[in-house]
């Protein structure tokens, strides 16, 4: 059985590279629209990721894991440097990715009440 070397902490690496410079020189894996994150419309960035998602072929998650993913990057990337509004808008367009993606969080349908995207 083969082993697979983990290293927590990337300024231990032979390398010398950190964990972040690595990930800035990869191809990105989803060609975005530019300003995606900057739209005011949850759903039209939902729409966007998923359908970047959908067109991309060096994928390694389903179209919806992928789209998640990468907003999910953002938000945490940007921390606390993200205005209140802003990450309120990115929030409400996971909601609308999962709805989109026809994805149930905690078991709920598609057009209740919780959902807000239209």
Known sequence: MA???VTL???STNSGHDWAAEVNRRPPVLDLEPGL???DQPERIAASLLQSARRSR???RSVYGSAMAMLCLY???AGRKLPARRRSILTQ????LREL???HQNGGEPGSPTHQCR
């Open 75 to 77: 938000i945490n990337r």
């Open 93 to 96: 367009a996971k909601t609308c």
């Open 9 to 11: 902490n990337s300024r």
């Open 101 to 103: 993606a026809g994805v």
């Open 3 to 5: 082993t697979l070397n």
């Open 58 to 60: 060096a994928r390694k």
């Open 37 to 39: 994150f900057t739209w």
